[in-house]
């Protein structure tokens, strides 16, 4: 059953490479996309209305799609078509020549890239705000200079083009692709940060999204809390003050319940020390005890070596007067007596 439905949707995947049986053209950004009205409408009610909105060109329907990038709209037909995306899926040139569908799209204009905006600025900074006010998330001309930033930007770019064409799969899809990257994350830079964030809250109210910058903030906040240049920013951006307020927020929670967490652990390893601490003042007291135990039994031990030597300098009975030859016997506890052979005179220990 499972490789059965694995075959069905690679199959069905492979018709978006390829274009066969198409009756559907989205045109965005200079791109045409040609996909099945059957897959892609069944999946999105918003996507089957624009569909019959749409004008006709031959045999084909027609959507003029300006909302998100090219590269966004790709991921989402992948994830309609094949129920998962990566970030690889708006790159297809290796496809491209023996493919009309999306494929053959990437043919003319396969420099589009990731969805972002430049780095977030004031008048006062190098940082700029330009091209953030375009419709969706905007394309990026060259996405490598924003490293890590750029995945970040293309899933949230994702998210919103999950959420807007009530794709609830896509859009929790999206979001696990998001926390995965930051989980991943080790280390950024703030202008990194500062485009994730810029991009997240101006184009989403998704608690869920904003949440996950969050995160990220608080994992960087002493490097971006030292960045004067940061903080001056956060003040002027509108989209970044958003942000502020919420990081305010989300920091304060987030140092209560380390405080908390800490006290907890406090108690807990404070309340281990005094039962260890019990513990111990028992076994002391108890080697102490066997201690003494131990000393009483060595004085004892010390008088009874004493006592003997005292009894073999004695040289005869005093009673029979013979060399005096004895056995000893029991004279009460840790006390002993010796009896003469010859008479059975008991002479006692002289101490």
């Known amino acids: 059953m499972g490789d059965g439905?694995?075959?069905i949707t690679r199959n069905i995947g492979n018709l978006l490479l390829d274009g066969r049986f198409s009756d559907l053209k989205i045109i965005c950004q200079g791109e045409e996309v040609k996909v099945h009205r059957a897959v892609v409408c069944n999946r999105s009610a918003v996507l089957a209305e624009e569909c019959d909105g749409g004008f006709l060109d031959g045999e084909f329907r027609v959507i003029k799609h300006s909302l998100f990038d090219a590269d966004t709209l790709?991921?989402?037909?992948h994830f309609l078509y094949r129920g998962s995306y990566t970030l690889k899926d708006a790159d297809h040139n290796d496809s491209a020549e023996s493919s009309p569908g999306i494929a053959a799209s990437a043919q003319q204009t396969s420099q589009h890239q990731l969805a972002t905006p430049q780095q977030p600025s004031s008048e006062t900074t190098e940082r700029s705000l330009s091209d953030s006010k375009t419709d969706?998330?905007?394309?990026?001309?060259?996405p490598e200079s924003l490293g890590q930033a750029e995945a970040f930007v293309a899933h949230a770019s994702v998210f919103e083009a999950a959420s807007h064409y009530d794709i609830p799969e896509l859009k929790a899809s999206a979001l696990a692709n998001f926390k995965q990257e930051r989980e991943n994350l080790s280390s950024l830079t703030t202008d990194e940060f500062t485009t994730i964030a810029f991009i997240v809250y101006q184009k989403s109210v998704a608690p869920a999204l904003r949440s996950e910058v969050l995160k990220i903030a608080i994992k960087h906040r002493h490097m971006l809390l030292h960045d004067d240049?940061?903080?001056?920013?956060?003040r002027e951006e509108q989209e970044l003050r958003l942000f502020a307020t919420d990081f305010l927020r989300h920091f304060n929670k987030w140092h209560d319940l380390r405080i908390a967490q800490e006290r907890r652990s406090f108690e807990t390893e404070s309340r281990q020390l005094r039962e260890d601490k019990a513990a111990v003042s028992a076994e002391l007291a108890t080697v102490k005890s066997q201690l003494r135990a131990a000393n009483s039994h060595l004085e004892m031990e010390k008088r009874q070596v004493t006592?003997?030597?005292a009894l073999n300098e004695i040289e005869s009975c005093r009673h029979c007067g013979f060399a005096f030859t004895y056995g000893?016997?029991?004279?009460?506890p840790g006390q002993h007596l010796a009896r003469?052979?010859?008479?059975?005179t008991r002479h006692r220990m002289p101490f």
């Open 340 to 344: 003469c052979f010859y008479c059975g």
């Open 328 to 332: 000893l016997e029991g004279d009460g």
């Open 5 to 7: 439905t694995e075959s």
């Open 307 to 309: 006592q003997l030597k």
């Open 136 to 142: 969706g998330l905007p394309t990026a001309e060259e």
């Open 74 to 77: 790709k991921r989402l037909l």
């Open 229 to 234: 240049e940061f903080v001056k920013v956060m």
